[in-house]
């Protein structure tokens, strides 16, 4: 290994390591740092200890805390509410051969709400309830299934797959995605928000306790060339 490998490897360590400590601290805290930390990867899911975040305002599709639930929500294998195909296997097929940067462009593209934005602004006394681009209020969709969902309420569209497929089968397809089939039929979305939002700051914590999170120690000398 080259004297120049080495220095960008132990660069590689001190950054993991610089993030994992941010991220230590921001779980402590309970509150987001100056700027967000970074996501190493999708292998922790990390969330603040309270979870208060995810029903609270909207946040930046690009930024860690969109990661931080679109990794939560892949964890969950969730599959097509029309095709009933896994998810992950649509991401695969599109992502195949792709870059990191083209990956999460395609998870990116992926993400839709569950209770459309057009939607909502039509309906003041519902939309109350929560900011529309809150983390609770993103599910991962198919661009197709989006595009079927259009500008209609849960309500309508549950009700039209529940004619197609019966409700137990949807329940079932709904359960894939944390959502609580009886609640978007009534369009219940303040209800449905703060009930997602338990469940993915239930799962988060179950994943990973902050109080075992553990620092990645820099390598304080690399092996020597054989």
Known sequence: MTLKNRARQQRDVDAVRTAAQELVDWLRAGVPAANDPPVIAHARLLVDPDGNWLSKAGYRSSGS?????????????????????????????????SSR??????????????????????????????DVDQPANLALLSPATNSWISDRGP?????????????EHVDRILATH????????????????????????????????????????????????V
């Open 155 to 167: 309500a309508d569209y549950v009700t039209s797959l529940d004619k197609a497929f019966g409700p």
């Open 178 to 225: 944390l959502l609580d089939g009886a609640l978007l039929r009534e369009n219940a979305f303040a209800d449905q928000m703060t009930a997602r939002a338990d469940r993915l700051a239930a799962m988060a914590r179950r994943i990973l306790d902050p109080r075992e999170l553990h620092v990645v120690q820099p390598v304080k000398e690399w092996p020597r060339d």
């Open 101 to 130: 940067r083209q990956l999460v462009q395609v998870e990116r593209e992926h993400e839709h709400h569950v209770f459309p934005r057009s939607w909502l602004v039509k309906r003041p006394p519902i939309r109350a309830g929560g």
């Open 65 to 97: 805390r969109a990661r931080l639930v679109r990794s939560l929500l892949w964890q969950v294998e969730p599959v097509d509410l029309v095709t009933g195909e896994p998810m992950i296997g649509i991401k695969l097929v599109e992502a195949s051969g």
